[in-house]
């Protein structure tokens, strides 16, 4: 593939092997941080007949979960191919960022415009479209020489047409019509994309695109910890609240152990160790695809631990010994429960690798839901915590010897190993 054409207009440094992530990069991550933010909230405050979140607000928090994560996910396959802080990619990046700072700003009135002001749901949808169309229009000069990069933007760019379609014409509606064209919209985006095939993309670094990934990670792990904060900032401090602060950073630590221990280490080598279309198949299905229910776990995490923690505090008329209940109840246990079985999903997909520790521990957290609604929050809270705690200290006792081999013998065989 040759190298992007340079001039006057514009000069592009293509990405290496073993480039890692630029400082612009990460700024533009900070505008993702604030839309998790944004999310997190809107599903807090929307509640129902019952003052609670209900299965509606899980359900739009889902959806622009699934459209801001397009988003990002498209420019970080993008910054895969020339450097983000570079001439006419820095720009572009930087023109993005704006467009995505106003959609997380409009998050709120995604669905519903606050009267007053520009309408809330088309502001929303016309930022996302432009953001795609600067994402294109980048990527088009970048594959400026190679006929295959840009025959599969062809093919993409009818798929980005019709999700940013949807959702202007889903900015024009209310109520289940609404809710139907938003689920269209990510459809059209990640089935068309889906549809079209892998082998046209270019994936110029491994390390640089799991890299990447595992800065949102641990972003989203971030969003989960300003929860935890954010839910009782308004409440006297009393040994409920710090109580219930410890549990919740403890899961928070036990997911961040449960992804960069060694999940991730073995994912990269395995992406690194394969090239060309099936680098591309790989890096589609376990980080563009995979990925999303990590991030979307955690935040459905974030909701649970901010109304428990308000509890606690005996927000709203809520005290210690009241029980967590509906949505957010199966957003701190579901939540938590989705992320490792996507997890375990790319695990498999990477290296074929089994994990039936991270399924039970699963299915035991959805199992128990039902029951967490009948005990007080706090009980919740310590059992949440306690099956995470057992899950990691099974695989760090199971799978020791496993373990050190992964994390001190960075060039070691790594698709038999079958440890967490």
């Known amino acids: 593939m040759s190298e992007p054409?340079?001039?006057?207009?514009?000069?592009?440094?293509?990405?290496?092997?073993?480039?890692?992530?630029?400082?612009?990069?990460?700024?533009?991550?900070?505008?993702?941080?604030?839309a998790l933010t944004q999310v997190t909230a809107l599903m807090a405050e929307?509640?129902?007949?019952?003052?609670?979140?209900?299965?509606?607000?899980?359900l739009r928090g889902g959806l622009i979960m699934a459209v801001i994560w397009w988003c990002?996910?498209?420019?970080?396959?993008?910054?895969?191919?020339?450097?983000?802080?570079?001439?006419?990619?820095?720009?572009?990046?930087?023109?993005?960022?704006?467009?995505?700072?106003a959609?997380?700003?409009?998050?709120?009135?995604?669905?519903?415009?606050?009267?007053?002001?520009?309408?809330?749901?088309?502001?929303?949808?016309?930022?996302?479209?432009?953001?795609?169309?600067?994402?294109?229009?980048?990527?088009?000069?970048?594959?400026?020489?190679?006929?295959?990069?840009?025959?599969?933007?062809?093919?993409?760019?009818p798929t980005m047409v019709a999700g940013t379609v949807l959702l202007l014409v889903a900015a024009q509606t209310s109520g289940t019509a609404q809710l139907l064209l938003w689920l269209a919209a990510v459809v059209a985006d990640y089935g068309g994309t889906l549809v079209i095939g892998a082998r046209g993309w270019r994936l110029?670094?491994?390390?640089?695109?799991v890299e990447r990934h595992g800065l949102i990670v641990i972003i989203a792990l971030g969003e989960s910890i300003v929860a935890i904060g954010v839910g009782v900032n308004h409440l006297p401090i009393s040994w409920p609240i710090i109580g219930g602060a410890v549990l919740g950073l403890?899961?928070?630590?036990?997911?961040?152990?449960?992804?960069?221990?060694?999940?991730?280490?073995?994912?990269?080598?395995?992406?690194a160790a394969v090239s060309g279309h099936e680098r591309a198949r790989m890096a589609r299905a376990a980080f563009t695809y995979l990925h999303l229910p990590i991030v979307v776990g955690v935040v459905m995490l974030a909701l649970g631990l901010k109304k428990a923690l308000g509890y606690l505090g005996g927000a709203d008329g809520h005290s210690p010994a009241d029980h967590l209940h509906g949505a957010?109840?199966?957003?701190?246990?579901?939540?938590?429960?989705?992320?490792?079985?996507?997890?375990?999903?790319?695990?498999?997909?990477?290296?074929?690798?089994?994990?039936?520790?991270?399924l039970v521990a699963a299915a035991l957290l959805?199992?128990?839901?039902?029951?967490?609604?009948?005990?007080?929050?706090?009980?919740?809270?310590?059992?949440?915590?306690?099956?995470?705690?057992?899950?990691?200290?099974?695989?760090?006792?199971?799978?020791?010897?496993?373990?050190?081999?992964?994390?001190?013998?960075?060039?070691?065989?790594?698709?038999?190993?079958?440890?967490?």
């Not at 929307?46 to 899980?58: E, I, V």
């Not at 001439?87 to 023109?95: D, E, F, I, S, W």
């Not at 169309?133 to 000069?141: A, D, K, N, T």
């Not at 110029?204 to 695109?209: D, I, L, R, V």
């Open 204 to 209: 110029n670094s491994a390390s640089h695109f």
């Open 103 to 157: 959609i997380a700003i409009a998050i709120p009135e995604s669905f519903d415009d606050i009267p007053g002001g520009l309408d809330g749901p088309v502001v929303f949808a016309f930022c996302y479209l432009l953001v795609r169309v600067v994402h294109l229009v980048l990527f088009w000069i970048v594959a400026d020489g190679d006929a295959g990069l840009r025959a599969q933007l062809v093919r993409f760019a």
């Open 72 to 101: 990002w996910v498209c420019y970080s396959w993008l910054s895969n191919q020339v450097k983000a802080d570079e001439g006419l990619a820095r720009t572009a990046m930087l023109g993005a960022m704006a467009a995505m700072f």
């Open 366 to 420: 959805v199992g128990v839901t039902p029951l967490m609604g009948l005990v007080p929050v706090l009980v919740a809270l310590v059992v949440l915590t306690a099956v995470l705690v057992a899950l990691i200290a099974f695989e760090w006792v199971h799978y020791r010897a496993v373990r050190a081999e992964v994390r001190h013998a960075p060039h070691a065989g790594h698709g038999h190993a079958h440890q967490g």
């Open 46 to 58: 929307d509640t129902g007949d019952h003052g609670q979140p209900g299965g509606g607000a899980l």
């Open 250 to 271: 403890t899961t928070a630590a036990c997911l961040w152990w449960a992804y960069f221990d060694t999940h991730v280490m073995v994912a990269e080598r395995a992406l």
């Open 5 to 34: 054409r340079t001039g006057k207009r514009s000069k592009l440094e293509r990405v290496r092997e073993s480039s890692t992530a630029t400082t612009l990069e990460l700024f533009f991550d900070l505008v993702f941080v604030f």
């Open 328 to 358: 957010p109840l199966w957003a701190l246990f579901g939540g938590t429960a989705l992320y490792l079985l996507a997890q375990a999903a790319v695990s498999w997909r990477c290296n074929r690798m089994f994990k039936p520790h991270r």
